[in-house]
């Protein structure tokens, strides 16, 4: 059974996979048209729900490690694994940009 640190770790780690998600979803929503308008707004909208993933995992990546003695192998990998692939991310999203 899980304990109390453990189901905040997971909750937090639902939260942020349901954000990342949507951050990856929602530029996708956006009317096509032409110009360089709604691809703009498409990054735009990707970089802003990456920065909210991204901070979240940095929350999420605190408590982890401030709980670190009271979690499992399972919380554990939940709560360092959002920082990781967010972070990852938006190094990929500024290369791919610088270019």
Known sequence: MA??????????AGIWLALAVASLLLPRLAPPGEGFAPAGTAIIVLAGGLLLSALL?????????????SLGLAARVCGIAPAVV????????WALLGY
């Open 3 to 12: 304990n109390d640190a453990e189901r905040r770790v997971l909750r937090l």
């Open 57 to 69: 995992a940095l929350v999420l990546l605190a408590q982890t490690l401030r709980l670190r003695g």
């Open 86 to 93: 967010t972070l990852s991310a938006l190094l990929a999203l």
